[in-house]
């Protein structure tokens, strides 16, 4: 190939260099139907230990409910999960083969593992179903982007989505125009349209009405089972809406598990968390 030739290939729209396509994730195996291995994880942050020996695990489909006191390590597990954060020691396992240890953020949310912060964070001068358009997994690339129609079958999930979430109504509505827990069933929603297998949802029933409150406990609850849903809460009312397993984290490790009156009743919990 000749210099001329050269450029020209480097210029051409359609060309993809191989370090700008992601590895694809190897299948999700779930074979054991555990979705998630978080074993012997351990991260100290100038020489405060945020996470100390700390073990848990996910089941496929399942909706498990994390609470703790401030400073538990309920932030750090997800920055974890995520790639966020890199552990000093441990290992985090996405099914049986793939490690999240070895991946970045990006790499995480394609194997399908998706977050959604406190804070909404939604395209507020665009629609909802423009916001859902925008997050659809697919050849986010410059043209391709420019030139995407979308085709029958998107159209179908998006309109599944908007039910799901309960903004069918609302969907040509400019998302800065929604509630505060529109905004947040709108997040979710846009999660929901890259297909993830596991969700992260932080403390979603942070202000809202309990209108809003009840709403949100039926959404998260009908994705369970299709997903599986980690919710970390600090609203004990909302936790006991949703909850049918709860992990207590204290000082970065499991401090009890259960059903959610079998912690209620456990001395260790009411001591260091419920009984503040």
């Not at 690339?141 to 903004?167: C, K, Y």
């Not at 397993?245 to 009411?270: F, P």
Request: charge should be negative; include cysteine; proline fraction near 4%.
């Amino acid at each position: 190939m000749n210099v001329l030739e050269g450029v020209r290939t480097f210029f051409r729209r359609d060309q993809v260099f191989d370090f700008l396509i992601p590895d694809i994730p190897p299948d999700l195996d779930l074979t054991h139907g555990i979705i998630l291995y978080l074993e012997g994880i351990s991260v100290s942050f100038d020489g405060f230990k945020a996470i100390d020996n700390l073990n848990l695990y996910i089941d496929d489909g399942e909706l498990r409910c994390i609470i703790g006191p401030n400073g538990a390590g309920k932030t750090t597990m997800m920055d974890i999960i995520t790639g966020k954060t890199t552990p000093d020691s441990g290992s985090a396992w996405f099914g049986q083969q793939i490690n999240l240890l070895k991946m970045d953020e990006p790499e995480i949310a394609m194997a399908g593992i998706g977050r959604k912060f406190q804070k909404p964070t939604v395209f507020e001068h665009h629609t909802v179903i423009d916001n859902l358009e925008l997050a659809m997994t697919g050849d986010k690339r410059m043209w391709p982007t420019l030139n995407a129609r979308l085709s029958g079958e998107q159209r179908d999930s998006i309109d599944e989505i908007l039910n799901i979430i309960g903004l069918q109504k609302l969907y040509q509505d400019r998302a800065g125009s929604l509630s505060h827990g529109q905004k947040q069933w709108l997040e979710i929603g846009m999660l929901l349209m890259q297909n993830p297998k596991l969700l992260l949802v932080d403390e979603p029933a942070a202000g809202m009405t309990h209108q809003e409150m009840d709403r949100t406990a039926e959404l998260l609850t009908s994705l369970a089972g299709t997903h599986s849903v980690i919710v970390v809460e600090h609203d004990m009312d909302f936790v006991r809406s949703i909850a049918r397993k709860v992990t207590v984290l204290h000082q970065g490790s499991v401090l009890a598990e259960g059903t959610m009156d079998e912690v209620q009743n456990d001395q260790r919990v009411i001591e260091v968390y419920l009984g503040e």
